[in-house]
């Protein structure tokens, strides 16, 4: 059972390092401004990462999946140009309109870490 609980956690470990540095965004999309590029984008676009990882399990597993989405987002966001916390935070409320929650904005500082 250890080894398959192993080999397991390595299947997850790989499948980030090769599809968690990926991105929606080629060098080839021309973006003239970067906020309204990501207000369109961000439901249904090329930065909805909610729908990348659809399906990965229980109800907690479900939940810590929209928070690696919400960090990549901000990672993706930062790539283009907004590095500072708050003006993520308040972008990302004025998209979804609604506060972030406290996880959410932990997410935040996750996809602002440099790798």
């Given at each position: ?60 597993a ?24 708050k ?29």
């Amino acid at each position: 059972m250890k080894t398959l609980n192993l080999i397991f956690v390595m299947a997850v470990f790989c499948h980030n390092f090769v599809f968690g540095q990926d991105s929606k965004i080629t060098k080839n999309d021309s973006i003239k401004n970067p906020i309204e590029y990501i207000k369109k984008e961000t439901i249904g676009g090329k930065l909805d990462y909610s729908k990348m990882l659809v399906g990965y399990g229980a109800k907690d597993a479900k939940y810590k999946t929209y928070l690696y989405s919400i960090a990549m987002w901000t990672h993706a966001v930062k790539d283009m140009g907004i590095s500072r916390k708050k003006d993520i935070i308040k972008l990302w409320e004025e998209i979804y309109k609604r506060k972030m929650t406290t996880d959410e904005k932990k997410a935040v500082i996750m996809g602002l870490k440099e790798e």
